[in-house]
């Protein structure tokens, strides 16, 4: 991360060093002078190194992120009796199941409370989740045993609204998973081979949840970064949570974007890939905690408000049309409003992009690139990624380097309004059917900026399908 002139100039200093103290030596220079200078190049060099292994530590802890968590919890109704798996098998207790070819957790934890008890777990497979549901409410089965984001999507519906809020979980499992998306290196054509300019796209993932950032949960942000080092141009391309999609799994069910979530950042990129025909070579992920932490961390953004409003979730916070200097919840809350507009989701995804926009200007400050180390040292419990450390240092070493500004533009996708079904839930919901020549107009945009094309914001909304 350290500049090359920085580098360079440490390296002239240390080369001239032994050359001074040889000529202090000929010229008989006082020791106290000498013996002075000595601890004081000591104190540099010790000072230096211990930096270098903090930014080395700090980037070791937040880049090359290659697991998940999934928590695999044990459900039954809030007002039942029994308190621990190991009654409820006892009583001969009958647990649904989804009959998934993603639920080898489920398997492992079902194996587990077998290997732990005189007596096998009962169960019951379902198709759906909703199906499975129907049978818990209609005293069929006395509980189940799925992902703890499964009931993210069933709270989706609003006949579902806080479900969660009537069970009672008694065993809690926590599984890592080894992501399996690999980490791409960005195509030959897309860098020099000096590697000094670099073009690739990372997908910006919004989990919604709070505490562990690698927990596997629906993502309601999905953002895809176009970034060109050459053209030091930066596309977002936003993909609205409902965006009714193929899922990039066995039989390509159709379900909403969000839901691909559950089964793992990889399903989501997979996902993404498919839909635009472009490569997505890293990953950035941040739930609820991560993105009030890191925006307060860097003293709060100037975002940009298309409208007047107060949020509808937390009224505590209202925001005026224009530029508005929020701090970690605020811009939390700014992010996630979608009820106070008539475009909805749509809109949302456009103030998910306005805090992105100003998250980036705030890092790429010279104030906050030449304290890096320290501020993402602050921040290294605050997101995942799957960028090697070399990968990002070098990018950080060019923007110092080089500095500059940024061309930051933005494209959303959109679709029409209806009710579909959806393979997570089993069961039809709200959904948004892609207007598809939005997203070639996307796919578009994200080869003009990796092809070193200069493309401006007026250019991107004169030239957008109208719908």
Same mark, same amino acid.
């Given at each position: ?59 070791? @802890? ?8 999934? $928590? ?17 098998? @006892? ?15 489920? =398997? ?15 169960? @019951? ?46 065993? @809690? ?24 300019? =670099? ?59 969000? !839901? ?5 950042? +990889? ?26 932490? $890191? ?29 508005? !200097? ?20 749509? =809109? ?29 040292? =602050? ?20 923007? $110092? ?50 092809? +070193? ?15």
């Amino acid at each position: 991360m350290f500049p090359q002139r920085y580098i360079v100039m440490g390296g002239i200093i240390l080369g001239l060093l032994p050359i001074c103290f040889i000529a202090m030596q000929l010229r008989k220079v006082s020791g106290i002078i000498a013996s002075i200078l000595s601890i004081l190049v000591c104190c540099v060099v010790c000072y230096g190194m211990v930096k270098v292994n903090q930014a080395n530590k700090m980037l070791d @802890e937040v880049t090359g992120s290659k697991t998940e968590i999934e $928590i695999v919890n044990v459900y039954v109704a809030k007002d039942d009796p029994v308190d621990s798996i190991n009654q409820a098998v @006892e009583k001969g207790y009958i647990f649904g199941i989804i009959a998934d070819n993603d639920n080898e957790n489920v =398997q492992k934890t079902i194996k587990d409370i077998n290997n732990n008890n005189s007596a096998d777990v009962i169960t @019951e497979e379902f198709k759906s989740f909703k199906e499975l549901i129907v049978s818990f409410e209609g005293g069929n089965i006395q509980g189940f045993i799925v992902n703890s984001g499964m009931l993210g999507v069933l709270e989706g519906d609003e006949n579902y609204k806080d479900y969660s809020s009537k069970l009672k979980i008694i065993l @809690e499992k926590k599984i890592e998973t080894v992501v399996k998306t690999e980490t791409k290196k960005p195509k030959t054509d897309r860098q020099t081979n000096d590697g000094t300019y =670099q073009r690739f796209c990372a997908y910006l993932s919004g989990i919604d949840t709070y505490g562990e950032v690698t927990l596997k949960s629906r993502s309601d942000v999905n953002v895809i970064a176009v970034i060109n080092t050459k053209t030091h141009t930066v596309l977002l391309l936003s993909t609205p949570r409902d965006y009714y999609v193929p899922l990039a799994k066995d039989g390509e069910p159709l379900d909403k974007l969000t !839901h691909a979530g559950i089964y793992g950042i +990889d399903m989501s990129m997979s996902t993404l890939e498919n839909l635009y025909n472009i490569d997505i070579d890293y990953y950035f992920r941040v739930n609820f905690t991560g993105f009030v932490d $890191i925006i307060d961390t860097i003293g709060g953004v100037d975002v940009e408000s298309d409208y007047t409003f107060t949020s509808q979730l937390n009224s505590n916070y209202s925001y005026v049309q224009g530029t508005n !200097h929020l701090y970690g919840e605020a811009a939390l809350f700014f992010a996630r409003e979608r009820y106070s507009f008539t475009e909805g989701d749509r =809109q949302r995804g456009r103030n998910q992009m306005a805090v992105i926009r100003a998250v980036m200007n705030k890092l790429l400050s010279s104030e906050l690139l030449n304290n890096f180390s320290e501020v993402m040292s =602050q921040m290294k419990d605050c997101f995942q990624t799957n960028m090697e450390k070399e990968e990002l240092g070098t990018l950080i070493q060019g923007q $110092i380097d080089n500095g500059g500004g940024w061309n930051i533009i933005q494209y959303s996708v959109n679709g029409s309004d209806t009710m579909d079904y959806c393979y997570s839930l089993g069961d039809n919901a709200y959904v948004m059917p892609p207007y598809y020549d939005t997203v070639e107009y996307a796919t578009e945009l994200a080869n003009k900026v990796l092809n +070193d094309e200069e493309i401006t914001q007026e250019y991107i909304d004169s030239n957008a399908p109208v719908h």
